[in-house]
């Protein structure tokens, strides 16, 4: 006898985990010094979204100057910014969307439509920062973009697949919350 189910109570947590996942990648992001770095020997040059920073050769001591004195420093860290907020507020509404019985596919589509909100915002922030940066600053040496710009758009992917996911989400509700009665599908010898 088989049992066919299309999605799994047990596994309402599984949304709400990617959030949470997305959450840490964009704190990674933020905080983290590898937005751009020197890519051989002399390390002479670092970025993170908030500052440049440079050195000679010889030097040990790195020279940092703020990209909040730019336009588009400003605007690459702010659409971010408000992208991680609606982000946390999304993982928020999901937890309480999966926790209360009553409330649950009431307003899962709206946090997907936010959720893609968010990807949209992180998106041009991402977009904004490598394009004037290497326009408006000078670059010495061979430089790539490192792994905190990496997790930004690891956060921005894991955003987009889990806003189709919550958008999708309520076309099955009556199978995930267990309201139908299963197909069982029974050969006899």
């Not at 702010?78 to 209360?100: E, K, M």
Request: with cysteine.
């Amino acid at each position: 006898m088989v049992v066919c189910s299309l999605a799994c109570w047990r596994c309402r947590w599984l949304l709400p985990l990617l959030l949470g996942l997305a959450i840490i990648m964009g704190i990674i992001a933020l905080a983290g010094r590898g937005w751009l770095e020197s890519e051989s020997e002399p390390y002479v040059h670092q970025a993170s979204l908030w500052e440049s920073c440079t050195r000679s050769e010889q030097d040990i001591n790195w020279s940092c100057e703020s990209l909040m004195d730019y336009g588009w420093g400003r605007a690459a860290a702010a659409t971010y910014l408000v992208g991680f907020v609606i982000l946390v507020i999304c993982f928020a509404l999901a937890v309480i969307a999966f926790s209360v019985e009553i409330l649950r596919f009431n307003f899962v589509r709206g946090i997907g439509g936010l959720l893609f909100v968010v990807a949209a915002f992180q998106i041009i922030g991402l977009v904004i920062y490598p394009v004037k940066f290497t326009e408006e600053i000078p670059l010495i040496g061979d430089n790539m973009f490192s792994w905190a710009y990496g997790f930004g758009w690891a956060s921005t992917v894991v955003v987009i697949g889990c806003a189709f996911f919550f958008c999708c989400l309520p076309n099955w509700e009556d199978e995930v919350l267990g309201n139908i009665k299963p197909t069982y599908y029974y050969s006899s010898p």
